[in-house]
């Protein structure tokens, strides 16, 4: 099997040295990070030592705690006694240490109540839906309603001086502080990925708890865990000022307290080593438990550089820039000569500090973009097109430019003052972002944003700009933009989103617009609809430029003018369109067009099944509880009514658009939402309304392969481990055989063995997509749910994974159903093909007929929607598209 390369798409590379990984985390043991805080072991140091004199208290005190010298009484610190004596002559250092033994005893029983009740409540409540929550929420907040303080005192005066009780009370009373805190926590993390990919192996609810939601809470724990420890030191101290703590003259830090406060105007110093000892613990319990919370999520996260290996980074770079010349306009001969360009690049380097040293991201880029010119940069995931972009407004976050020119019109802009540099941004360019709903501002109605923006940029009075938005949303192309104005951004669809962020962006009328990957995330028939949006900008005064980020080359095809290619950081190649896809003059130009689906030969067919099918789907239905904009509770039907059928080793493709059903029906199939109606036959069994124990069964025979790989596996797990996890946890089988498995599926999809020592975030993406492949065949089983499997893939990757894929249904005999929105992909990968809309197959049959003859008005708006990588065939084609809405 061919070895998953990272490098680029193709095996003859050209030879110019990698520019380097442009992500430095890493995961290290959770020792490592706190040993590399101060503010913990010096803290975690001081503890100790409390601890431990307080626990050898009856070998270190000098002398007896209820020992009285009542010719010594309120002596100041000396040689017989270092920390002086109380109003009856006793040794206050040997107080202290007795009396801490009482105090941090008590800590420690009030601490385990309370983490045991809390959290166990605020993880029973976070990961249950029901009447659980329910009760045990309204349970917490009448407990917080009681004043905690008078039950304690009611307490002790049922149960006269036991410390013990009053802490388990403290610790009970105060546990609803936690319980809320671990259930608003549960409720975000039991959605995260690498959860449900668990359920999917087969784990129960309880494993899935333990072994992956609560490790995820260590933080929050932590910080209130020692929060309260400080607190309940207070309270002990309270209580004994008020005569309910220990009883006098048995030692405690509270009994210290009421002695000193009695005494403050005889020995004002009783108060400083009482006092200091409690502030000094408190203190230390607050910032240690601060150390490990940023500890544990660094781990999460993965390890980035300190301050002090960025300020030595700096330094190199500083030295290593001071080496280079400027002399960069030289460069421009490589690039056309024609009308006078309205963006100039020269020789763009782009460096980020690392731990390591310095780290180039983008070398040596010089490019031009004349007026009412689209110029697509195109590349692969870390080849720089993002990070030459934001260095060129100015945007980016730690990243810098170091050599090279960027100059609009006759300004150069690269070495400007920060606020110069954003006057000349907000007056000359606009920058359309890949993911619209974080650039929209979550509380500002959509109309009332772009107002602000009108106003900032042309300083336009309030009625004139709101006059200008509405006609910036009518301009995008949206249907009643009165109405699409007074609507916040969370009420918009993701089209409607990018439109409104395109607007945004038209806000300051630029002169260059930026989008960068601005159609990625969106269907094939939105993708057309914004493309066509932004021929129809460009064209319209002639005036408007584009520079326009993408991997997508039928994209490339539908609107480029020119094309630069970048590869490691630098452009290898530049030509006008039709002459990069007719006669591509770099390898890696070659090697990324040669990859496209669409000029692929069509993967070997599946052979002809003559079993009855392996999965039998009827009149599947999924319904949702939902709430109408007024609030009132709803149903949604997800799935209406599906019928489909899967035969061995065979590919059914399932395509639509968002929220079409097709995501539902996978997780239906796998057992990861419940079914509302309708049979599931898999293997002539019905399994629609299957235990759960029988679900967690047939999870060896039915496994999925989610759409993020990254975000489906536990970051702080080693491959291995989370491959082993459900083999010797839910199906039985011993460490050494799990190991074994675990070694042959890793080699079976292109990877040494020894990768399962490694993290997630050490491996690539198209590494990380084999790891989830591997995860799903562990188990060996019938049908793989493959959930968008390629989307989030560079093309490269893409091919190989499909690859990987076809040869394992060759060798394996596994069957797929494989969800996707990109056609191109589910013409060449898939034996038969339904389309989904709102809820139903709208058409369904072989590939090839359903393609070359669709008999669907929705199905023939998908192909004709769906880009080409040709542009002979798809200049312009986004103009024409025309999207179904029946």
């Known amino acids: 099997m061919t070895e998953l390369t990272t490098a680029g798409p193709i095996s003859q590379r050209p030879p110019d040295p990698p520019i380097g990984p442009t992500d430095t985390r890493t995961v290290q043991p959770l020792r490592r990070l706190l040993a590399k805080r101060p503010q913990v072991w010096a803290c975690g140091v001081i503890l100790v030592v409390v601890v431990l004199a307080v626990a050898l208290a009856p070998w270190i005190a000098p002398h007896d705690p209820l020992a009285q010298n009542l010719t010594a009484i309120l002596q100041g610190p000396s040689s017989t006694y270092p ?51 329910g009760v045990l929420t309204r349970g917490a907040e009448v407990m917080l309603s009681i004043p905690s303080f008078i039950i304690i005192l009611v307490v002790l005066t049922i149960i006269p001086g036991s410390m013990t009780t009053a802490m388990i009370t403290v610790g009970i009373l105060t546990s609803p502080l936690l319980m809320r805190v671990v259930r608003g926590n549960t409720r975000i993390i039991r959605n995260e990925l690498y959860v449900r990919s668990a359920r999917s192996m087969g784990l129960s609810e309880t494993q899935v708890t333990v072994r992956h939601v609560l490790p995820r809470l260590g933080g929050p724990i932590i910080v209130q865990a020692t929060i309260f420890a400080g607190a309940v030191i207070m309270v002990e101290t309270g209580l004994g000022y008020l005569g309910f703590g220990e009883r006098l003259p048995n030692p405690s830090w509270g009994n210290l307290v009421t002695t000193a406060s009695e005494n403050i105007n005889r020995q004002p110093w009783l108060l400083i080593p009482t006092g200091g000892i409690i502030i000094t613990v408190v203190l230390c319990l607050t910032l240690l438990g601060d150390g490990l919370r940023d500890a544990v999520a660094e781990r999460w996260t993965g390890t980035m550089p300190t301050p002090r290996s960025l300020r030595k980074a700096r330094k190199a770079a500083k030295r290593a820039s001071a080496a280079k010349t400027q002399a960069t306009t030289a460069d421009a001969d490589r690039v056309e000569t024609g009308a006078a360009p309205i963006l100039r690049v020269r020789g763009l380097t782009v460096v980020t500090d690392t731990p390591s040293g310095p780290l180039t991201l983008v070398e040596d880029v010089t490019f031009d973009v004349r007026a009412g010119e689209t110029l697509c940069l195109v590349g692969e995931s870390g080849s720089g097109k993002s990070i030459t972009a934001l260095s060129i407004l100015g945007l980016t976050r730690g990243p810098r430019v170091t050599v090279g020119e960027i100059w609009v019109g006759d300004t150069e802009i690269s070495h400007l003052p920060a606020g110069e540099l954003a006057a000349v941004r907000g007056a000359r360019f606009g920058y359309i972002t890949q993911d619209p709903q974080p650039s929209l501002d979550p509380s500002v109605r959509v109309g009332d944003l772009l107002a602000q923006l009108v106003r900032l940029h042309t300083g336009v009075g309030v009625r004139s700009s709101r006059r200008r938005a509405i006609e910036l949303i009518e301009t995008v192309g949206i249907p009643e933009p009165e109405t699409v104005a007074r609507r916040y951004p969370h009420q918009l669809s993701g089209g409607m989103a990018q439109r409104i962020v395109i607007a945004a962006a038209l806000s300051g009328n630029p002169d260059i617009l930026i989008a960068d990957e601005p159609t990625t995330a969106l269907d094939v028939t939105v993708q057309a609809e914004i493309l066509g949006l932004l021929h129809r900008l460009s064209q319209g005064s002639g005036e408007l430029s584009l520079l326009l980020i993408t991997h997508d080359w039928g994209v490339v095809a539908d609107i480029a003018d020119r094309v ?90 399932l395509v639509g658009e ?44 039915i496994q999925v392969i989610f759409q993020d790989p990254y975000g489906s596996l536990n970051p702080v797990r080693t491959v291995g481990a989370t491959l082993t996890e459900p083999l010797t946890r839910a ?69 190989q994974v499909l690859d990987l894929l076809s040869e394992l249904q060759r060798d394996l005999g596994v069957a797929y159903l494989f969800i996707s929105h990109d056609l191109s992909v589910v013409r060449n990968f898939c034996d038969e093909l339904a389309v989904m809309y709102r809820g139903e197959i709208v058409e369904a049959g072989e590939t090839e007929s359903v393609c070359a003859d669709p008999t669907h008005p929705y199905t023939r708006s998908l192909l004709q929607a769906a880009p080409i990588a040709d542009p002979a065939l798809q200049r312009g084609r986004s103009l024409d598209t025309v999207r179904y809405t029946g």
């Open 731 to 799: 199906h039985g089988l011993s460490a050494a055989q799990a190991r074994e498995r675990v070694r042959t599926t890793l080699e079976r999809v292109g990877l040494d063995a020894s990768a399962g020592a490694r993290y997630p975030a050490q491996f690539s993406g198209g590494q990380r997509q084999r790891i989830a492949i591997a995860r799903a065949l562990v188990l060996e089983p019938k049908l793989i749910v493959c959930d968008e499997p390629v989307s989030a893939l560079d093309l490269s990757i893409q091919a």
């Open 83 to 133: 920390l002086g004596t109380d109003d009856l002559g006793r040794d206050v250092l040997s107080r202290l240490l007795y009396g801490g033994r009482t105090t941090l005893l008590g800590v420690v029983q009030a601490v385990v109540v309370f983490l045991v009740v809390g959290a166990t409540a605020g993880l029973v409540a976070g990961m249950s839906r029901g009447m659980a929550d």
């Open 564 to 653: 630069a290619v970048m590869y490691r950081g630098r452009v290898v190649e530049q030509a006008a369109t039709t002459e990069v896809f007719s006669a591509p003059q770099h390898a890696f130009t070659r090697g990324m067009l040669d990859h496209e689906p669409d000029r692929q030969d069509r993967r070997a067919r599946a052979t002809e099944s003559i079993e009855s099918p392996l999965l039998v789907v009827d009149d599947l239905r999924v319904d949702y509880a939902s709430r109408d904009a007024g609030g009132r509770r709803t149903t949604l039907h997800a799935v209406k009514g599906v019928t489909l059928s899967i035969a061995r080793g065979r590919t059914l493709g």
């Open 658 to 701: 968002s929220g079409s059903g097709k995501s539902t029906v996978g997780s239906a199939i796998a057992g990861l939402v419940p079914v509302s109606g309708g049979s599931l036959l898999f293997g002539g069994e019905e399994i629609a309304h299957a235990s759960k124990q029988r679900r967690r069964q047939l999870t060896s025979e």
